[in-house]
C-alpha cells in the first residue's frame, strides 16, 4: 500500500492543523514572520529554502488564514493573522523542547517580557509580573555563547541585536 500524503482519513483537529502547519519549512517560516522577517527575499535568503518551496508554503499559510499578503510600496509583504499569531505558543514551546532535547552548535534565544524587562521561562510565564505576554509584547534577543551555526544573511545580522517581535525587520544594507 502506498504511503498517504495528507491527513484526511484522520479524524482529529491535530490532524487538521498538521496539513496547515505540518510541511516542512512551514514552522520556520512561521518563526520568522514572529521575528518580524516580512519579505519573501528576506525568508528565502535566511532559510536557504528554494523559491517553489517558499511560494507553496507562503500559498498554503494564506489560503489557510494563518498569513495575509498586503502590498508595501511595491514589495508584498506577508504579515501574521490572529490565526498566525495564536501559533506563538507552539513555536515557543516547540523551540523550547529543541533547546533542551536536541544538541546544536548555537546558543539559545531568550525572550524578555517588553513591559517588565524580565525574561520568560520556559511555559511562556513572566515571573515578575506572572502573565504570559504574547509574541507582540516579547523582546528576543541571542543567548550567551557562540553561534558555530552563524549564518551572514540581512535577517541573521539584524537578529544578533535585541528586537522586538512582530516588529518589521529592517533588512536594508
Known amino acids: ?15 487538521r492543523a498538521l496539513e496547515v502547519i505540518g510541511e516542512r519549512w512551514t ?11 516580512r519579505r519573501f527575499t528576506d525568508l528565502r535568503e535566511h532559510l536557504d529554502i528554494s523559491r517553489a518551496v517558499l511560494t507553496n508554503r507562503l500559498d498554503t499559510l ?3 488564514g494563518v498569513l495575509t499578503k498586503q502590498d508595501s510600496g511595491g514589495h508584498p509583504e506577508y504579515l501574521l493573522t490572529e490565526a498566525g ?6 513555536i515557543y514551546s516547540l523551540s523550547k523542547w529543541g533547546e533542551h532535547y536536541t544538541s546544536g ?4 534565544r531568550i525572550f524578555s517580557h ?3 524587562d524580565t525574561d520568560i521561562d520556559d511555559t511562556g510565564l513572566c515571573p515578575a509580573c506572572g502573565q504570559i505576554p504574547g509574541p507582540d509584547d516579547l523582546v528576543v534577543r541571542p543567548g550567551p555563547g557562540t553561534n558555530e ?6 535577517v541573521a545580522r539584524a537578529l544578533e541585536h ?7 525587520i529592517t533588512t536594508t544594507d
Open 1 to 15: 500500500m502506498a504511503l498517504g500524503t495528507g491527513y484526511d482519513q484522520q479524524g482529529c483537529y491535530l490532524a
Open 149 to 154: 551555526m552563524r549564518r551572514d544573511d540581512r
Open 27 to 37: 514552522l520556520l517560516i512561521l518563526r520568522d514572520c514572529f521575528y518580524g522577517v
Open 114 to 116: 517588553a513591559a517588565c
Open 62 to 64: 494564506i489560503d489557510a
Open 162 to 168: 535585541p528586537h522586538r517581535m512582530l516588529t518589521p
Open 85 to 90: 499569531r495564536a501559533l506563538w505558543p507552539t
Open 105 to 108: 552548535a548555537h546558543p539559545a
